[in-house]
């Protein structure tokens, strides 16, 4: 730090430690007098009094400063958890708590991985901050396929095996793999009960000039950071545990389409906002042909298959037309197209 930030300058001759119970809060230095001579040697306890003083008035508002920044976490957990409350939408909840968790940590970007329990790998599922709007949707659509991470693999998947935050501000220690340089990361994980869920990376820290957000390469993420960012992480893995209940409440396991139940909900609901907002409406009811005889020659399996696979498609078209596919019931399929 003393080459760092040429301290030189200051020409240091007295340096007096600022010692609080025992802990030395600081360093108070001195150098020549205005006229170029030294402090005498009598002065020293007048200097070590002034130091006592010092470090009493700083210890009080360092500790005003961190009660400032608990009050200031607990506002924040509790405003995103009632942000959250009603957001039944898994894909919609993941965004808003990397959003929220992005926002309250200044950080530059971040993204939230979830574990797939299938291959064990850390899979990205949303993306926030600083990053092109078009890509970040493609991503949080799932259209774009992003790197997985083997449970070990990078910090994430370090993060994920140690079951704890790392929080990384020294630039050299860090792995640069894409074109962004990385100078800080905090990974913490995503818990609900003993099981591991995922984890929420964050990357580099902004700073706000003349009302614009900039990088800040000397942003360091703190220690109150990361009890912040493991608190909503904790909120996080909770609800998504609440939505991933819901979801398949109103889901057709088979197809991973919405169910007949979910169906005759929002076919209500859109037809009341058209009719209030006087906007155009239709719905689209679709049979698969010969699906009978199908089963009958190639099986019951087969015929799932096929399900599956028209399923599918009807779900990625939907997701570029912003429409609402459904499984009405065996193989009749329902899309509902808002506009």
Known sequence: AWEKYNLRILMSDIWCPLIKKGEVKGILTLG??????????????????????????????????????????????????????DVNDFKKLCIKSLASSVKALKAQKGNLMLLNETTNELEIKVVWGDIPIQVRDRIN????????????????????????????????????????IVHSMLTVPLIRGEKLVGVINMTNKIKSIDGKNVLDPLGKFTEDDETLLLGLADQAAGNLHKSKLYSASITDKLTGLYNKRQFDLELGEYIEKCIYDKSDLSLAIIDIDHFKKFNDTHGHKAGDLVLVQVAKKLHDISIKNNSLAFRYGGEELCVILPK
Do not use: H
């Open 32 to 85: 020549l007098k205005k006229d170029n001579t030294q402090i005498q040697e009598s002065e020293l306890p007048f200097l070590q009094n002034l130091a006592s003083i010092a470090t009493t008035n700083i210890d009080s508002v360092l500790k005003y400063e961190k009660n400032e920044i608990i009050l200031r976490n607990v506002r924040t957990l509790y405003d995103v958890n009632q942000q959250l409350a």
């Open 141 to 180: 659509s799932g259209e774009m396929k992003t790197k997985t991470f083997k449970i070990g693999e990078g910090v994430a998947g370090l993060c994920a095996q140690l079951r704890k935050a790392i929080r990384e501000n020294n630039r050299s220690n860090i792995e640069q793999v894409g074109k962004n």
